[in-house]
């Protein structure tokens, strides 16, 4: 390469840097306006209104949305839900998602509770404090009650049942 030609090359790359900068330079400041726009418009005390709220990671994927009848929704990276923060009429709950199962925390009138799902959204546990006290029941496949623990006053009992309801055994044992 001679030299005019190599002068030449520096030139051009000197020159489209100097356009790249500029460009930089305007994107930002057209972002900055876009921001201040939405400032101004959102009124006096800085809130923004509106029925929906979605946000973006830097590869412009929707990681987060925000509606009042669905709360917050987390999404991964595929764009699948993976957790859900709300209030509904009965009070606040939490969602988790795994890829076949999914824990529920909410709480009501009636105490918090924790429910654990298994594949196909079958209910398999639940643990609950309520007005008369916490309890734990875990279900088989058919979400049948299959264990009950509770505890009711000063005592505590555990009971197993049959696929029908009834209880096969129990602590401590029923008065006969």
């Known amino acids: 390469m001679s030299e005019s030609a190599a002068a030449a ?6 020159r489209l840097e100097r356009a790249h900068r500029r460009l930089q330079r305007c994107g930002a400041a ?11 418009a ?31 929704s987390f999404l991964d990276d595929s764009g699948k839900v993976r957790a859900i923060l709300g209030v509904d009429a009965d009070g606040p709950g939490l969602v988790l998602y795994g890829e076949a199962s999914r824990a529920v925390l909410n709480l009501n009138r009636d105490g918090p509770a924790l429910a654990f799902t298994g594949t196909d959204g079958a209910l398999r546990a639940i643990l609950a404090l309520v ?9 088989d496949a058919a979400q049948r ?14 009971a197993v049942l049959d696929a029908h309801g009834t209880t096969i055994w129990q602590a401590p044992a029923r008065p006969r």
């Open 42 to 72: 959102a009124g006096g005390d800085g809130m923004l209104e509106g029925r929906s709220l979605k946000l973006v990671d830097a590869d412009g994927k929707t990681r987060i949305i925000a509606t009042p009848a669905s709360g917050l």
């Open 9 to 14: 090359l520096a030139d051009r790359v000197a």
């Open 131 to 139: 007005k008369d006290g916490p309890g734990l029941v875990l279900f």
């Open 145 to 158: 009650a299959r264990v009950q623990l509770t505890v009711r006053g000063d005592s505590g009992t555990a």
């Open 30 to 40: 057209l972002l900055l306006c876009v921001g201040a726009v939405a400032l101004i």
